[in-house]
C-alpha cells in the first residue's frame, strides 16, 4: 500500500510511514494487521507457485489421458475386427452331395488330383460368389458308393476316370481342411441315409448360415425337406443341381438353387450299356460231368450274365417271347434281355439227355410255357455262377440270418456284383426259400418308386411299390416308414 503525502511527491510503504503516525495501542493494531497482510502475501505466492505446479500436472495428465483415449480406440477398433472375423467363423455354410446322383464331371475325375483339387475350387468360388459380402466357413460333405460309382463309371465307357477315381478324392479331400468326401459303402440307400442325418444335424444349428443340397436327382428327399421348410427353416436352404433338371418333387419345392456349370454331369449317366450278338438262339454249353438228379447248375446252363439295357432296347425285351418252329428253342432278340437265374435255370435245357426245367418262362412277362420234363425240385447256383460247391439252406434259423443271406437279386432278377458280391450266390434253394426271399424283397422299397421315378420293371419288379402296412402304418404317421415315396402308402 502507498500513500501521497499532500507535502511531497515522494510515496513510502504503509507498513513505514503508519507506525510513524500512529503510535500507542493504534499502532500495535496497525502492526498486526500489517503483519497478517505481510503472510497473506507469501501464502498468495505459494499458492500461485503450487497452482502452477498443479496445471502442469493437468496437463501433463490430459495429454496421457488424451493417448491413452488413443491406443483405447486403436484397441477398441483391433477388437471388433476381431470379433466380426470370429463371429464369420461361427457362420457355416454346409454343402452336403449326393455323389451317385451328382457325379463330377468324368474329365475332372480322370485328372486325378488336380483334378479333385479343381473340382473343390470351383465349387468354391461359385459358393463364396452367390454369398458375397457375407463371411463364413464352408463345410463341403460328399457321400457316395465307391464300389457301385466306380463300376458305373466303367460300364459307361469312363474307364480312365474309374481308374483315377481313388486318386481324385484325395485331391478333393486335401484341397481344404473341411472338404471331405465319405465312401457310405454298398448299403441300400447308404449315401441317402447319411445326407438326411448330416442335413439334420446341420440345419438347425444356429451357427449355420445356409445349407447347399446337392441331392436334387433324388424325390426320396422331399420329405426330409418339406419338414425342415415347415419348421421354419426355408430360408437357410439352397438347391445345389447336378442334372440339368431337378426331380419333379424337389422342383415343386420352391426352393432357391445355385447351378455350378463345368462341375457336375448335366444328365444322368446311362446305367444301361447294350451287349449285342450275332447269336440269337445261344445255346447252353453242357458241363463236363452231369449234375446230382433234381438240381441245376449255372455252369451247366452257359449263363451269361448281361448288364442291364438301355430303356430302348429294355422296351424291346418287354416284347413276349414267341415260340419258334422248334419246340425245344425259344425267339430272342439281338441284344441280349436281362434275365433272373431263376428266369434261366427254368429255361427248358438238355443236359445229357436230360431235362432239369419245369418250364420255359420269359424272363421279363414270366409267362409259363409248358416242356416236357418236370423233375426240378431244387435250384442251386455256385458263387456267381463260377462252379464253387453249393450250400444248403439251414431249416433252423431264418433264411435272411444265414452268413451271408442269399442274394435277393441275384435269385429273383439280376445281380450286377457278380463274384464280388457281398451276399450268397451258392445256396440250393427250394419254391419256399424262393418265396420267403419274393415276400421279404416286397418289404423293401424299390429305389426308383422312392426316387419319384418309374420303375422299369413295373409289377414284375422284386421290391414294394406299396407299403405292406398300407394304408394304415403306423410308422407313416411319425415319417419312420421305411416307404416314403409319393404315393407308397396310397389306397389302390
Not at 480312365?160 to 471331405?180: I, K, L, S
Not at 447256383?381 to 435277393?408: E, V
Request: net charge positive; proline share 7%.
Amino acid at each position: 500500500v502507498s500513500i501521497t503525502l499532500p507535502f511531497g511527491s515522494a510515496s513510502l510503504s504503509a507498513s513505514v510511514i503508519l507506525p510513524l503516525l500512529i503510535r500507542g495501542p493504534a499502532g500495535a493494531i496497525v502492526n498486526h494487521v500489517t503483519a497478517q497482510y505481510q503472510d497473506q502475501g507469501r501464502l498468495l505466492e505459494e499458492t500461485k507457485r503450487d497452482l502452477e505446479v498443479f496445471k502442469k500436472a493437468y496437463y501433463k495428465a490430459e495429454s496421457e489421458m488424451h493417448d491413452r483415449e488413443a491406443r483405447f480406440e486403436q484397441e477398441r477398433q483391433a477388437l471388433a475386427d476381431e470379433i466380426y472375423h470370429l463371429k464369420a467363423r461361427e457362420k457355416r455354410v454346409v454343402v452336403l452331395i449326393d455323389g451317385d446322383g451328382a457325379i463330377f464331371l468324368p474329365s475332372l475325375i480322370a485328372d486325378g488330383k488336380r483334378g479333385g483339387h479343381e473340382a473343390a475350387s470351383r465349387l468354391t468360388e461359385n459358393i463364396k460368389a452367390h454369398l458375397d459380402p457375407q463371411q463364413f466357413q464352408l463345410h463341403v460333405y460328399v457321400f457316395y458308393n465307391r464300389r457301385g460309382l466306380i463300376a458305373t463309371l466303367k460300364r459307361s465307357g469312363y474307364g480312365e476316370a474309374a481308374t483315377t477315381f481313388d486318386d481324385f478324392v484325395v485331391g478333393f479331400n486335401q484341397a481344404a481342411e473341411r472338404f471331405a468326401m465319405i465312401d457310405a459303402g454298398e448299403l441300400k440307400e447308404g449315401s441317402d441315409h447319411k445326407m438326411r442325418a448330416y442335413l439334420d444335424d446341420n440345419i438347425y444349428s444356429a451357427q449355420t448360415l445356409k445349407v447347399l443340397f446337392g441331392g436334387c436327382h433324388d424325390n426320396g428327399y422331399v420329405s426330409a425337406l418339406n419338414s425342415f421348410i415347415t419348421s421354419g427353416h426355408k430360408e437357410k436352404l439352397i438347391l445345389l443341381p447336378g442334372y440339368a433338371d431337378k426331380a419333379m418333387g424337389i422342383e415343386k419345392l420352391g426352393l432357391p438353387s445355385l447351378a455350378i456349370p463345368d462341375l457336375f454331369l448335366a444328365e444322368k449317366i446311362s446305367q444301361f450299356s447294350v451287349q449285342h450278338t450275332t447269336d440269337r438262339s445261344r445255346t447252353p454249353t453242357p458241363p463236363t460231368s452231369p449234375p446230382p438228379p433234381g438240381l441245376v447248375h449255372p455252369s451247366s446252363l452257359g449263363i451269361v450274365r448281361p448288364t442291364i439295357i438301355s430303356q430302348s432296347v429294355r422296351e424291346s425285351c418287354f416284347a413276349p417271347v414267341r415260340r419258334g418252329s422248334d419246340p425245344g428253342t425259344l425267339n430272342r432278340p439281338a441284344i441280349e434281355c436281362p434275365a433272373s437265374y431263376k428266369s434261366v435255370v427254368q429255361s427248358k435245357v438238355l443236359v445229357g439227355g436230360d431235362s432239369y426245367a419245369k418250364s420255359a418262362m420269359n424272363p421279363i412277362k414270366g409267362s409259363p410255357i409248358p416242356l416236357q420234363m418236370d423233375n426240378l425240385d431244387m435250384v442251386v447256383t455256385g458263387a456267381s455262377g463260377h462252379g464253387s460247391p453249393p450250400r444248403r439252406i439251414n431249416p433252423k434259423i431264418p433264411i435272411w440270418k444265414h452268413t451271408p443271406p442269399p442274394c435277393t437279386l441275384f435269385y429273383l432278377a439280376n445281380c450286377k456284383f457278380g463274384s464280388e458280391c457281398q451276399y450268397g450266390h451258392d445256396y440250393m434253394l427250394s419254391e419256399d426259400d424262393y418265396e420267403t426271399i419274393r415276400t421279404n424283397a416286397k418289404n423293401n422299397p424299390c429305389t426308383a418308386i422312392m426316387k419319384g421315378e418309374e420303375c422299369p420293371w413295373g409289377s414284375k419288379c422284386v421290391y414294394g411299390h406299396v407299403c405292406p402296412n398300407a394304408p394304415r402304418c403306423p410308422r407313416h404317421t411319425i415319417r419312420k416308414c421305411k416307404f416314403s415315396g409319393e404315393g407308397m402308402h396310397a389306397v389302390a
